[in-house]
């Protein structure tokens, strides 16, 4: 019996989450990617609270070009928002994706933001 790509997806995050969790001084660092925008968020799991999160939809994200170049944006702008909160370190929550592409551009623009995961 074949797997959809959702189904497989959702069996690759369980595996993740299984040894990921977030707290409020070393956030989850949860990435949402659809066909054509992409969405990350700092989220502390034990209070269930999202800490910081941004879009590619997010109005103060001026950029344009292919969506790597985008998500590499989105990535250097959370990485921004976490600082101005107090956050300096997390744990990188891939949601079951691939890292490679644009799950990969956003790492690597977080990392150049100034978060260390």
């Known amino acids: 019996m074949a797997l959809t790509k959702l189904e497989r997806r959702l069996r690759i995050k369980k595996r993740i989450r299984k ?15 659809s066909n054509k925008q992409i969405e990350a968020q ?8 999202t800490l910081v999160a941004v879009s590619s939809r997010s109005k103060d ?6 969506k790597s170049e985008i998500s590499k944006e989105v990535g250097i702008l959370l990485a921004k928002k976490a600082i101005k909160a107090g956050i300096e370190t997390c744990s990188f929550d891939r949601n079951g994706y691939l890292y490679h592409g644009r799950i990969k551009s956003l790492a690597e623009g977080a990392r150049e933001g100034g978060l260390k995961f």
Do not use: E
């Not at 700092?42 to 609270?49: A, F, H, K, S, Y």
């Not at 994200?61 to 292919?66: I, P, R, V």
């Open 19 to 33: 040894n990921i969790s977030g707290t409020s001084t070393q956030p989850r660092l949860s990435v949402f990617r």
């Open 42 to 49: 700092l989220i502390d799991d034990v209070n269930g609270t």
């Open 61 to 66: 994200l001026k950029a344009s070009g292919t």
